[in-house]
C-alpha cells in the first residue's frame, strides 16, 4: 500500500490526496511525503493511521521517507508516526495540545470514546448548547465503527481547532469490512455508491431490514452528521471501497435544507476511487452554527420521520393494474 501526504489535503480537495493512494500489496506500506510542505487535514492523518495499522495487522512491514519539512513537528506531534513505525529523525518539543489539536488515538471502546470527548471539550473554548452539535457528531461517527466495522483495532480519530474562524476539523477512519458489507446482511445494494447512499440515508442500517431500525440502531448517524455539516455550512465526506460522497458548503444567503436523499444536495460523488477496505469520514463543523442545537434536532428529526413514512410507503405500495 502507498500513503503520499501531499503539501494540501483539505477536504475542499481531498480526492487528489486519495487518488495517489495505492492498495494493491497489503504486505508493506510505502509512505511519502511532499518534499517542501505539508498541511493535510486530520481525515488524511486517521486514514493513514489505519492503512499503516492494517498492514501492521497483517503482519505487512512499513517503509518510506520522512522528509525534513517545514510541518513536520505537526505531523508528528500528531502522532502520526506512532502507527507508521518510522523514525522522523527529528526530536520536537511537545507543545500542550490543549485549545488546539487532538493527537490520534484508537478508539475500542466506549470507555475510551467518552475520554475523548470529555479530553477534547477544552479545544472548543464554546459554551455548551455550541458544543453539544459535536459532541453528538463524534459520539455517533465512532460508535458507528464500533458497532459496524467488525474490527477489533477499532477507529483512528484527531481534531484540529482553528480559533480564528471557530472551526473544527475531524477525522476519523477504520480498516473494517466498509459500508457495503455491512448493509449487505440486511440490504441489496449493486455497488459501492449504492451502498454509500443508502448508507447516508434515514432510517437504513445493516442490523435490521426494517426501515427506520430498531430500538438500537434507527439508521441516523450519518444522515444527522451530515445534517450537522448542512447546518454548520462546511463540508463533510464519506469514503469507503471505491466510492466517494462530499457535500458541499452553501453559501450564508441560502436557507438550510435538509436532504434525506444525498442525490439532492449540492455535492460531489465518485465511484472510481482507490479501492479502500475500511471507512474515511471527513468533517469541518462551525462551533457557532446558524440556529441552535435543539432546533437544529428538531429538523434533522422532522426530515427523517418524513423521509422514513416515505419509504415505508414506497416499499409497500401494491401495483395496480387497469
Not at 495505492?22 to 487535514?41: C, G, I, Q, R, Y
Not at 486514514?47 to 492494517?54: I, K, L, S
Not at 526530536?91 to 489539536?101: C, D, L, N, W
Request: aromatic share 10%; net charge positive; with cysteine.
Amino acid at each position: 500500500m502507498r500513503v503520499f501526504l501531499p503539501n494540501s489535503a483539505s477536504l475542499q480537495n481531498f480526492e487528489g490526496f486519495l487518488r495517489k493512494f495505492d492498495a494493491e500489496d497489503e504486505t508493506v506500506l510505502h509512505f511519502d511525503m511532499h518534499p517542501k510542505w505539508v498541511n493535510v487535514h486530520p481525515a488524511a492523518i486517521a486514514f493513514t493511521a489505519a492503512v499503516a495499522d492494517y498492514v501492521s495487522s497483517l503482519g505487512g512491514r512499513h517503509e518510506g521517507i520522512v522528509r525534513p519539512v517545514k510541518s513536520l513537528p505537526y505531523v508528528k506531534r500528531m502522532r502520526l508516526f506512532d502507527f507508521v513505525n518510522l523514525d522522523s529523525g527529528h526530536a520536537i518539543v511537545e507543545h500542550e495540545e490543549s485549545g488546539r489539536f487532538m493527537p490520534l488515538q484508537r478508539i475500542t471502546n466506549t470507555k475510551a470514546l467518552s475520554d475523548f470527548i470529555v479530553n477534547m471539550i477544552p479545544l472548543l473554548h464554546a459554551k455548551p448548547e455550541e458544543v453539544e452539535p459535536i459532541r453528538y457528531v463524534i459520539s455517533e461517527l465512532t460508535r458507528n465503527v464500533l458497532e459496524h466495522a467488525r474490527t477489533a483495532n477499532g477507529a483512528f480519530i484527531c481534531a484540529q481547532f482553528y480559533k480564528e474562524s471557530k472551526t473544527l476539523s475531524l477525522g476519523i477512519a477504520d480498516a473494517g469490512v466498509g459500508i457495503r458489507k455491512a448493509l449487505s446482511q440486511s440490504h441489496l445494494t449493486t455497488s459501492d455508491w449504492d451502498a454509500l447512499r443508502l448508507a447516508l440515508r434515514p432510517g437504513i442500517t445493516g442490523t435490521t431490514r426494517r426501515i427506520g431500525g430498531n430500538e438500537y440502531n434507527a439508521g441516523a448517524g450519518l444522515f444527522f452528521t451530515k445534517s450537522i455539516a448542512c447546518a454548520s455550512r462546511n463540508y463533510f465526506l464519506v469514503y469507503s471501497g471505491s466510492a466517494l460522497f462530499k457535500l458541499l458548503p452553501t453559501n450564508s444567503s441560502e436557507q438550510i435544507v435538509l436532504n434525506a436523499d444525498v442525490a439532492v444536495d449540492r455535492h460531489t460523488e465518485r465511484i472510481n476511487m482507490p479501492y479502500w477496505r475500511g471507512t474515511l469520514v471527513g468533517i469541518d463543523l462551525s462551533i457557532q452554527q446558524d440556529v441552535t442545537f435543539t432546533a437544529l434536532m428538531r429538523l434533522i428529526r422532522e426530515a427523517f420521520s418524513v423521509d422514513v413514512k416515505k419509504q415505508k410507503k414506497d416499499k409497500y405500495r401494491k401495483a395496480r393494474f387497469t
